[in-house]
């Protein structure tokens, strides 16, 4: 902090739920220098301006999605975002969007985990292989097809970014849906039915999305969840609609 | 005894917090025009098949000022539908391969919009044909 001169205004927005009846905006002046990021000003109103600030973070590098949040109304990674580019005029920041705040910066993940478990994100291999028959093999194009899907971390800034989600949390949302979809798209996976049938063909599943496409935006891994859910929605009609034909071929 | 109270926050007015949001609130509201002009076509054809006076008086009517002004709105929002649409097509579509390569997100709304260009200019030398 030796050669911090300017100072920035960070406005965040508190809910202690001891105290406070709702979120109530407080303000903090905080020294900084070009290369700090939003998560090390709000690590220094933790250390130096009030100790009782809550918020989550792990890695600083943008891999555990642990300390997304709402930076100037947008969700973000706040360890990938720099307090240069709020200067002179200030930031707020608030708990990520569409989640109950817990306290302060954190949100309740319960929904997430919930659904997250509920999609089985594992392959389900179609045919187990044996040690002795090696490695299942897979052409570049066959990886190509679910290779961005498979870069999510779960920072849940595509949930914040969903109206749809808002609106209504039975919604699957996207970052689980785009999961779905790296698991059904992979070459080696056999458990396509089993994840289609476990969302149901209402608006829980793909068809809550009506193609904001907002959540594709945010992603600070470049995954395209909107693309993993619309194209699905198609799977969801021929799953649909095939079940009465063919049961037993919709069920493999 | 836990404190734990976690706070739900009001959705009120959430599609005025992003301009992204807006633009999408524009798509789903000139779906509504598409409707209504989707009607006015609709009533020329109960027109046609009153008669020849009917389908002219309909055809009359649409000469009128007023709905000069609804042909201009219509087709303003027609061309923002036209393009919100077509640029979150690709978001639709698998990901697809054309000679070992893949489709950009660009070709396919541009294919689309070129598509919509193409469709606009048969329709509209067909109408020129028939009063020529």
Excluded at chain 2, 63 to 75: D, S
């Amino acid at each position: 902090m030796a050669d911090a001169e300017k100072i920035i205004e960070i406005r965040v927005l508190r809910y202690r739920s001891e105290q406070d009846k709702e979120p109530v905006p407080q303000s903090f002046k905080v020294p900084f220098t070009d290369d700090m990021s939003v998560l090390q000003g709000l690590q220094y109103i933790k250390d130096y301006l009030d100790g009782t600030l809550s918020f989550r973070w792990s890695c600083r590098m943008a891999i555990c999605g642990s300390c997304g949040m709402m930076i100037d109304g947008k969700p973000k990674l706040s360890c990938k975002t720099f307090l240069r580019e709020y200067y002179p005029e200030g930031l707020s920041v608030e708990a990520l969007a569409h989640f109950p705040i817990e306290r302060d910066l954190i949100v309740s993940v319960e929904d997430f985990v919930t659904k997250l478990e509920r999609i089985k994100p594992y392959i389900i291999p179609k045919e187990p292989r044996t040690l002795e028959q090696g490695e299942y093999l897979q052409t570049p194009q066959q990886r190509d097809m679910y290779e961005q899907f498979s870069s999510c971390i779960n920072c849940m800034l595509c949930y914040a970014a969903c109206p749809q989600y808002g609106l209504n949390p039975d919604f699957t949302g996207p970052g689980i849906l785009a999961l779905l979809h790296r698991y059904n798209a992979d070459s080696r996976d056999g458990g396509q039915s089993e994840r289609l049938n476990s969302l149901g063909h209402t608006d829980e599943g793909f068809w809550g999305c009506t193609a904001v496409a907002y959540c594709s935006e945010v992603c600070p891994k470049g995954v395209d969840p909107a693309n993993a859910i619309n194209q699905n929605k198609m799977n969801s009609a021929i799953n649909y609609f095939t079940r009465f034909v063919t049961q037993g071929e919709a069920n493999k | 005894m836990s404190n734990r109270r976690p706070y739900v926050r009001s959705m009120d007015g959430w599609w005025k917090r992003d301009a992204y949001f807006m633009r999408y609130m524009a798509r789903e509201v000139t779906a509504l025009f598409v409707a209504a002009y989707a009607f006015v076509l609709l009533v020329g054809l109960v027109r046609l098949s009153q008669g020849e006076a009917a389908f002219n008086g309909w055809l009359q009517y649409l000469k009128t000022p007023q709905m000069l002004v609804f042909h201009l709105i219509a087709l303003a929002t027609f061309c923002y539908h036209t393009w919100s649409w077509f640029s979150i097509m690709p978001k639709t579509m698998p990901i697809m391969y054309v000679g070992g390569k893949r489709v950009q997100p660009g070709a396919i709304t541009g294919a689309g919009i070129a598509a919509s260009v193409v469709a606009c200019l048969a329709v509209l030398l067909i109408a020129g044909g028939m009063h020529s």
